[in-house]
């Protein structure tokens, strides 16, 4: 960070992100500060991350403070507070955005003591998450916590549902939707998932990207693969709680040679793995009504890389995959519809390509930076 120009030297930024995860590995948050900074000189981000470190991305100081990997629950929440409250509050910036409910008290504290504009990135329908399903209790002090602070905020989302849904359950202006798709670039077709991983060219290469986490179809997946012919290789890129689940499955179920976990890895990289693939998963299971109304920004990175789409018939999804035939969606209950779903688009492979080809002409962040800018105007 420049001497004398981060947030260390407190000068008056025109914005402050406030963000409970890593810059490096979220396309959304990266697309979102590239777009302002054609806008806006000055701009800040405050990250709970692995390690504690400065860097700048584009006109922004990014200032990143460690949270051991060990917290979990509420020890984890009141460490992220500890830390990031004061770095935030030392801030002075016309506008705060908090790019998740779990950032949006310290942006709407910080807002509120700078007399700034608040800013809500409510990138999933947070009062109905997907991993507190379970825990009612949880799930009720996120509610109340989003309820509290969303009235004063603008807030955007990620998909027209998601807006309708935080617009009747609080009764706020209708959310402007910024819809998460990658920046557009080209991107060439290449071998190198097969070359990492020593597979010959006559094999049909799936791919899940994402959190490795319940609700993704990540063992309807699996059980599907069994079914294929030998043929067929599912690729895992991501992390998360069940990563040894997966790891241990695999091999319960015989499928180490065709199945692999290759962890996260830098946006920057993700994109070129995904371009060696020839089937891309969404297996999104409604079992929140956040996923319900889930529209996942892998489906739209596959689509970049001309990667067609086997999806969950879940209504955002199903509406996109209608519309450009990308791919074929199906029941995420029903092992036989994905097996199935995966034979036919690998039988009619060029077919589903060429269409990606048109469609990521539209499905670009390119598209959505004039909401963005119009969005964030003073």
């Not at 040894?244 to 793995?273: C, D």
Request: aromatic share 10%.
């Amino acid at each position: 960070m420049p001497e004398n120009t981060g947030v260390h030297g407190r000068r008056r930024y025109h914005g402050c992100f406030v963000f409970i995860g890593d810059l490096r590995y979220d396309s959304r948050l990266q697309n979102i500060l590239r777009s302002l900074s054609k806008r806006f000189s000055s701009l800040a981000l405050v990250q709970a991350a692995d390690a504690n470190d400065t860097f700048r991305f584009e006109n922004c100081d990014v200032m990143s403070l460690k949270l051991a990997s060990s917290l979990r629950g509420a020890r984890k929440f009141l460490a992220f507070y500890r830390t990031i409250f004061p770095a935030v509050l030392s801030i002075d910036a016309e506008f705060y955005c908090a790019e998740d409910v779990f950032s949006l008290p310290v942006a709407a504290r910080a807002a509120g003591r700078r007399r700034a504009t608040l800013f809500y990135d409510s990138r999933e329908l947070f009062f109905a998450l997907a991993q507190l399903k379970d825990n009612r209790l949880k799930q009720t002090v996120w509610s109340s916590i989003e309820r509290w602070y969303i009235s004063r905020a603008r807030v955007f989302t990620s998909g027209e549902l998601d807006s309708q849904a935080l617009a009747e359950r609080y009764r706020i202006p209708m959310p402007t939707t910024i819809y998460n798709y990658p920046a557009f670039r080209e991107i060439q077709r290449n071998q190198s998932l097969r070359e990492k991983l020593n597979l010959s060219s006559d094999r049909v290469l799936l791919i899940y990207q994402g959190i490795l986490t319940e609700g993704r179809g990540i063992f309807k997946s699996l059980d599907a693969l069994k079914k294929l012919d030998e043929r067929f290789v599912l690729v895992f890129i991501g992390d998360g709680d069940l990563r040894q689940s997966i790891e241990k499955k695999i091999t319960e179920m015989n499928l180490s040679s065709r199945a692999f976990v290759l962890g996260r890895v830098p946006h920057g990289e993700l994109l070129n793995l995904t371009a060696s693939a020839d089937i891309g998963l969404a297996v999104i299971e409604p079992i929140s009504e956040s996923y319900k109304l889930a529209l996942p920004n892998k489906l739209f990175e596959y689509v970049l890389c001309s990667v067609p789409v086997v999806a969950s018939n879940l209504p955002a999804m199903q509406k996109v995959i209608d519309k450009y035939r990308i791919g074929i969606t199906v029941d995420a209950e029903s092992n036989e519809d994905l097996t199935n779903a995966i034979s036919l688009v690998a039988e009619n492979i060029y077919a589903y390509q060429r269409a990606c080809l048109t469609a990521k002409l539209r499905l670009n962040w390119q598209t959505q930076e004039t909401q963005l800018w119009s969005l964030f105007e003073p």
